[in-house]
């Protein structure tokens, strides 16, 4: 089913009915089409729903700003059902079917891995906005979400500082996927590089989903008790929070003994905890909902205005979909047409404002510059700031506190290549 | 004439010094407050604590517990009492209209510290002996030599003796830290940690300074490895505990599928779904607590408890009747079409709800701990583990004494000599299944405690529910109690050894190896009720 109305006629209002109409070819001339490859059910809806709502807001303003390069954006939804498989199947079919101009989505670095190969056979661009493992540097990829070294390495730095109360013992808790698996072999890495003894670091995995944590917390619990100053800094993701987290509450384990710093843990995750028991626990991302800015708190009013939920929160990855969205929209007007390839030359350079007071850049290695922060969870589930950067930090594609990934160099602009090795004066 | 005025010099330097002594002012470390910038807050918390101002422990409190608030117009200094009402922060006065735009003083962890030290040094002589503890704990963990004397006054005044002897290893833990502690003192203090044998005590030991003298720290190091020996005996009990409390939850998750497919042999996948819809009812009810009975909110569970079993009983008697009855003998299809009834369900919920966690809060009973000889217990966890056995001795006496019970025991048995001797059997089918999906919304209600509300709550009970049922003997109750304590036991005890993912994998192997070895399960059913 396709709806007539007019180039100049579409409503406001109608524009985000329209969007849903994914079947409507008779728009191909006259629409930029954006693809939203963003979970809707299974596992990831939790948290991946949300972007796309971003999304739907952010096209709907530009629209009402008169879209772009004269034309007007048409948002196309798919959801690929938390199946990593059906993510590179739903992305196959944005490009090829609905010729879409860019996709923003994925929310898990497996989805993202599955969905590579589509976008480099089918030459597109991604836009994926989370924190992600770094290790990584592709063509049609720009990752607006944090490296490890924009959010994991700062956060231990703070808590080996003074105010982070010089920790000197370290928990990694991780959920068993790649996301963790290799944060924790940068950190484990980088912690050694410091100093820190091996028998002052624990590792521990959990499945995905895992709900029991007495044996875990305790252990935590017991591992604290050696008389140093004991962190647990997780990369525990999705469902597993909640439970362990209500949990160390339960346990009575106070952010003054062993506070834990988590890297996937925001606003939206803590919607459902009761934070009470939590204040004082922290959270290293490059946005808080809390900031104080005036671009922040417009955005908060759009978005609560747009849910029609005054007591919705945002996030860290609305905000680099945000960023994102932005810097595409500019590379486009810079270039003039949406066609991949001059967008994906003309996107490093480009500048968006971002949500925080400052103006993030995309770098030559598809990353984008970030504020760092520390949040400490307060009672009603936001977060205070407690330290941040005092500069935009770029993101590093290729940790420099592994082999094998110290030499190599991610630079699009210059090299054209994403991993080339300064030693062997190579790409690849 | 120049004698007289080094005199008043004199008289006026030594009077500016006393000064602060004599009239205790928080004036100064309030204004430092009012900056909001952690630095001046950590000198603010010191001075306010060293004022000895009537008002320096209710400011320092409300610091600790955000709620001081600073004018950001006047950078006057309020704080509120729990109940809302506002206070200036330096009489004390109750400020019936405090101004609008208050901004609140923030903290971080290390000023939270400091500050729970500070309160407990203030409140060592408080009234109440809840308060006595808590600050004798926080001495204990602070070790802060510069409350040696409050401490020891203290504890001379001190009449209850279990106060009195946490203030005595309080002291103990300061002085075996004090660098200037002389060797006699440290080793009394060494054999008061040992008797406390607890983890915080082995970190109090741990302490010692570096230079102290040798037979002191071999007497520590004796301590620290006396009590560890201690802690891993405890810790074998606190396993078994952990098992008991995972077992009560795989029981309770798996005793509504112990009668859908145990008794009825339905293969029921949205039996976790059922799990869900008791957790969002729980849900619901305490949203309806929240907005019309804030402080009854201590009864929502028991109040959601029987309209969770309702609704999910009747959500069940609808599957039953719309899908399960037409695929009896199917197993196959009965498996797909239950499958999409727990997609549709939990997609439904995902559009009602939303994707995102929702908040089901823990009454006052469920939240916090409790030492049981050493032993860390959560009260959630044990009224868990009651909740369930009560759950499973009342289906036991349901099955056996009321005449539902029979009848499904009679139509599970054989159905044709049952529906023979007039039993009207699709009812009773409807009633059974009825009866499994309301013990799953039961079992939500409980699991909404500890796990996410979300619409992915029932996916992850379902395998360990299966896994359940058929390690236990499908048809047979005690089967599942035993198989899901054993099960969780042997979890708990592999998970230190292996990891948490390593331990699932072994249960599952251990499981079919088991199953190979006897088909039935530990509590085969055996004669012809078998065969039927």
């Keep these: 089913m396709s709806i007539k109305i007019g180039r100049r006629g579409v409503l406001a209002g109608m524009a985000g009915a329209a969007m849903m109409m994914s079947g409507a070819a008779a728009y191909a001339q006259e629409t930029i089409k954006v693809g939203i490859l963003h979970s809707l059910s299974g596992t990831m ?50 490009i090829t079917q609905q010729k879409v101009a860019a996709v923003f989505g994925c929310w898990t670095s497996v989805s993202r891995k ?64 790649v996301y963790p698996r290799t944060t924790n072999k940068v950190l484990e890495a980088y912690l050694k590089g410091k100093g820190v003894a091996a028998e002052d670091i624990m590792i521990n995995y959990t499945p995905f989903g895992h709900s029991d944590w007495q044996t875990i917390v305790s252990d935590v619990k017991k591992f604290g008790s050696a008389g140093k100053k004991t962190a647990v800094v997780s990369t525990i993701n999705g469902d597993a929070n909640v439970p362990f987290y209500k949990e160390l509450g339960n346990q009575g384990v106070k952010a003054t003994d062993i506070p834990v710093v988590a890297f996937s843990v925001g606003e939206e995750e803590l919607a459902g905890i009761d934070t009470g028991s939590l204040v004082g626990h922290l959270a290293a991302w490059n946005y808080f909902q809390s900031v104080k800015n005036p671009a922040n708190a417009e955005f908060i009013a759009k978005w609560q205005a747009f849910t029609k939920n005054p007591k919705r929160v945002t996030n860290d990855p609305m905000e680099a979909h945000v960023v994102g969205f932005n810097m595409w929209i500019k590379a486009i007007e810079k270039a003039g047409t949406t066609d991949p390839d001059k967008v994906i ?17 995309m770098l030559p290695n598809h990353h984008i510059t970030k504020p760092v922060m520390i949040g400490e969870i307060r009672a009603d589930g936001q977060f205070d700031v407690v330290w941040q950067t005092k500069d935009l930090v770029p993101g590093d594609a290729w940790s420099d506190f592994l082999d094998g990934s110290k030499d190599l160099e991610a630079d699009w602009v210059g090299k054209k290549c994403g991993n080339f090795n300064t030693k062997t004066g190579k790409c690849g | 004439m120049p004698r007289f005025s080094l005199l008043c010099a004199l008289l006026l330097a030594c009077l500016t010094i006393l000064a602060p002594q004599a009239r205790a002012d928080v004036s100064a470390p309030l204004a430092r407050l009012a900056l909001d910038e952690f630095a001046e807050t950590a000198k603010a918390v010191d001075e306010i604590a060293a004022s000895g101002d009537a008002q320096a422990q209710a400011i320092l409190e409300a610091l600790g517990s955000a709620r001081l608030f600073v004018d950001p117009a006047t950078k006057a200094v309020y704080r509120r009492a729990a109940n809302g009402d506002a206070f200036a922060a330096a009489t004390g006065a109750r400020v019936p209209a405090p101004p609008a735009g208050l901004q609140t003083v923030r903290v971080n962890n290390r000023l939270r510290g400091a500050i729970q030290n500070a309160v407990g040094a203030l409140t060592l002589m408080s009234p109440d002996p809840a308060r006595r503890r808590a600050a004798a704990e926080s001495v204990f963990r602070s070790r802060d030599a510069s409350v040696l004397a409050p401490l020891e006054a203290a504890l001379k005044a001190e009449k209850d003796p279990g106060v009195a002897q946490l203030f005595a290893q309080a002291r103990a833990a300061v002085l075996v830290a004090a660098p200037d502690s002389s060797n006699e003192v440290r080793i009394d203090a060494i054999g008061v940690l040992r008797a406390r044998a607890d983890i915080n005590a082995i970190a109090a030991l741990r302490s010692l300074p570096a230079k102290a003298d040798a037979s002191a720290k071999s007497l520590a190091d004796d301590a620290v490895a006396a009590i560890e020996q201690r802690l891993r005996l405890l810790s074998h009990a606190q396993n078994v505990w952990y098992g008991l409390s995972l ?162 025991r009679a139509v599970t048995q054989n159905r044709r000599m049952a ?73 708990k005890f592999l998970e230190p050894l292996a990891g948490a993912v390593l331990a699932k994998i072994l249960i599952l192997v251990l499981l079919i190896l088991f199953i190979q070895k006897r088909p039935r399960g530990l509590f085969a059913l055996k004669g012809r009720a078998v065969e039927a």
């Design chain 1, 45 to 94: 809806a939790i948290s991946e729903t949300t972007l796309k709502d971003v999304m739907l807001m952010l096209i709907d303003e530009q629209n009402k700003k008169g879209g772009v390069l004269g034309k007007k954006l048409e948002a196309v939804v798919v959801d690929p059902a938390s199946n990593w498989p059906l993510f590179a199947e739903k992305a196959r079919e944005l």
């Design chain 2, 419 to 491: 529906a023979a001797m007039g039993i009207r059997t699709p009812w009773v089918d409807a009633m059974t299944f009825g009866l499994g999906s309301g013990l799953a919304g039961v079992a939500g209600v409980a699991l909404s405690q500890i796990d996410n509300v979300s619409p992915n709550l029932g996916q992850s009970y379902i395998i360990d529910s299966f896994m359940v049922v058929v390690f236990g003997g499908v048809g047979n109750l005690w089967g599942a109690l035993v198989s899901a304590f054993a099960l969780g036991v042997a979890n």
């Design chain 2, 247 to 408: 077992g009560s939850v795989l029981l309770l998750a798996a005793i509504g599928l112990a009668i859908t497919f145990g008794v009825m042999g339905v293969i029921n996948m949205a039996h976790g779904e059922m799990v869900m819809l008791g957790a969002y009812a729980t849900f619901m009810v305490q949203e309806a607590f929240r907005a019309y009975a804030p402080a009854w909110f201590d009864f929502s569970l028991p109040v959601a408890l029987p309209l969770a079993f309702l609704f999910t009983g009747l959500v069940g008697v609808a599957i039953e009747r719309g899908i399960i009855r037409f695929l009896y003998g199917r197993p196959l299809e009965t498996l797909l079409a239950t499958w999409g009834v727990s997609l549709i369900l939990q997609q439904a919920v995902r559009t009602v709800f939303g994707p995102t966690n929702r908040e089901v809060g823990a009454p006052s009973y469920m939240a916090g701990a409790f030492d049981f000889f050493g032993l860390s217990v959560t009260w959630g966890r044990m009224w868990i583990i009651v909740f369930t056995l009560v759950v499973f001795v009342s289906l036991l006496l349901a099955l056996k004494h009321t005449s539902l019970g029979l009848h499904m």
């Design chain 1, 345 to 361: 030359d003309a996107l490093p350079g480009i500048e968006a404002a971002n949500l925080t007071g400052g103006v993030s850049k």
């Design chain 1, 114 to 177: 599955s969905v590579l190969p589509v976008f480099k056979e089918l030459n597109n661009i991604l836009f994926y906005p989370v924190q992600y493992e770094g290790e990584e540097s592709e063509r049609n990829v720009f990752y607006t979400g944090a490296a490890p070294n924009q959010q994991a390495i700062p956060a231990v730095d703070y808590l080996m500082s003074k105010d982070g109360g010089e920790v000197k013992r370290w928990v990694l808790a991780g959920t068993d996927y």
